[in-house]
């Protein structure tokens, strides 16, 4: 259990400055300057920015992660693109130094690092991300998975282990501590698969129950108490869930949603925020590339498997056509600005809840996630793969940089304005 004096130590052990704690906003004197700038509201802006960060990657000889579905590194790789820095090994310093750079360059201030649980490969490998984050003066904090069926009923447990753990015991020096507009700070947690239905039906018309489907009231019991245990400790704590369930997600003790779905078009943020707003919830939508997922080999025999399209693209794509990958590149670009301009206007609509209560966050998707297709970590420039990566069909573009390029150009826009 962390110490009692968590609040005080935050602001005496290592200073407000050093926590990216900034003091409350104060009103210049004079004539009025029209509406503050984010920049203005928010003095560690660049820490709401958040990237979605997947800390499973590993070297030879096992290659976690990199072989799922069967594949076969170092080449036959669990991904659609190949990654600029090849199937790294994501406890490596040097691999976590080149990715805090690009995520600097991006502009953007915090990574949320896929969590399974204390025993997990992903667990073993935060010190060492932060270690290196800290330098770069990165934040990290946590996206907790559904590591276990009953999970919910740790969930207490694991988001006061993880401040304690990750920090308290770091004297709090790269843990996210999210500051609002007024000055007051603290944790913020985004939790996958938290609002499930009880029962699911399938294709064929079957109906069997969701292995990890928790009931609202379980929820509500867990974060009650992590409200209690914490509540002087920090000005508040902030969870999201994986939800548009309005009704459930707030009955549920969830401050807010945390939207990962990529397949949500940007033009639909605007209604689900009105739609959070009404239900007194806070919300992050993210900025992403659309999707394009890798594929068992051979497709499984489940008639109710299919193949998920690309997305953005309302029309397939011949991955073994040059131009067509070009065409996907240039629909990632257009969807990254898309999502970046709807997330930022729900951010800072004055109707909404997040203006109403000082509140800004907007999750990035992903910065390595490449099971799924969706990393602005960089990719091998497509004459830059080797022969055996070739013949495998990968989806590299002609510039494997364009997508964080074009993330950067729009956060270092606003981080600095």
Known sequence: MPSPNRRKFLKQAAGAAALGLAPRLVRAQGPARGPATLTQKFSDLRQHFIFEYYPWYGGPPDYDHWDYLDRKPPFDLSATYVPQLGAYDVRSTAVIERHARWIVQAGVGSIALSWWGRNSFTHRAVHGIMDVMKDHG????????????????????????????????????????????????????????????????????????????????????????????????????????????????????????????????????????????????????????????????????????????????????????????????????????????AALAVQTDPRLTNFNRGFFAIHVNSFNEWHEGHAFEPMRNAVSLLPEERALGYHNPANGSARIETLGLLVRAVVTS
């Not at 559904?146 to 709090?172: H, M, S, T």
């Open 138 to 341: 990165i934040k990290v904090t946590f996206a907790m998975e559904p590591y276990a069926d009953d999970r919910a009923r740790f969930f207490r447990d694991d988001i006061v282990f993880l401040l304690d753990e990750f920090g308290e015991k770091r004297g709090y020096d790269c843990l996210l501590l999210l500051k609002n507009q007024d000055g007051s700070s603290g944790p913020i947690f985004k939790g996958f698969r938290c609002i499930l239905p009880r029962e699911s039906t399938d294709c064929r018309g079957r109906t069997s129950p969701v292995a990890d489907y928790t009931p609202d009231e379980v929820w509500r019991q867990q974060i009650d108490r992590i409200r209690a245990d914490l509540r002087h400790d920090f000005d508040h704590i902030t969870l999201l869930a994986d939800s548009l369930e309005f009704a459930r997600t707030p009955a549920s003790g969830f401050d807010g949603i945390g939207i990962y779905d990529n397949f949500i078009p940007p033009e639909a943020y605007a209604g689900f925020a009105e739609g959070a707003s009404r239900a007194g919830l806070l919300f992050s939508f993210n900025i992403n590339p659309g999707y394009d997922q890798i594929e068992p080999r051979p497709a499984p025999a489940d008639p109710c498997y299919a193949p998920r399209a690309f997305a953005p693209s309302t029309t397939p794509i011949d991955w073994s056509n040059a131009l067509e990958r070009e065409r996907a590149s240039s629909l990632s670009q257009q969807r990254i600005e898309a999502s970046f301009k």
